[in-house]
């Protein structure tokens, strides 16, 4: 009785997800294929980027530490996966072209990460340190550190 309960979970699992499969494939070919990357991988590269291009890209500032006092803690956790994602994103294309021996275009976006998630840490640090419960301030000082 359990062995066939077992199986026929499984077997419906496994038919929901094939139809769910069908049918998110079916939706995927019909939007867009560069709004998602079929390699997680690629995400560590720019995508679009030509090298050949005549006109320089623009990339913006990086972040003031006035602006991100008006940040929610949520808001802050956000901003700095997204910035670490592009810090890795950089330097693996700058290692890339590193090992090829070319020149890695635009390499003042580095610094502009670093020292806007230098001052995320700085923002957080300031709200641990205001913080009234000395519990609570020394466990977002340890989250804090640990990033």
């Known amino acids: 009785m359990y062995l066939s309960r077992t199986f026929a979970r499984t077997l419906f699992a496994a038919a929901a997800r094939s139809k769910t499969y069908s049918s998110s494939a079916a939706a995927a070919t019909a ?19 030509d090298a050949e291009s005549d006109k320089p890209i623009v ?35 700058r290692q890339m072209l590193n090992s090829q021996n070319l020149r890695f275009p635009n390499p003042e976006r580095i610094p502009k990460v670093r020292k806007s ?30 990033l």
């Open 59 to 93: 990339y913006g500032r990086g972040w003031k530490a006035s602006e991100l006092r008006l940040k929610s803690w949520d808001d802050l956790h956000k901003l700095w996966y997204v910035l670490l994602k592009e810090k890795n994103m950089l330097m693996t294309q």
């Open 31 to 49: 939007t867009d294929a560069a709004d998602k990357p079929r390699n997680p991988l690629e995400e560590f590269f720019e995508v679009g980027r």
């Open 117 to 146: 998630m230098c001052r995320i840490k700085q923002v957080l640090t300031e709200r641990a340190i205001d913080e009234p419960d000395p519990r609570r301030s020394a466990e977002m000082k340890r989250m804090i550190n640990a």
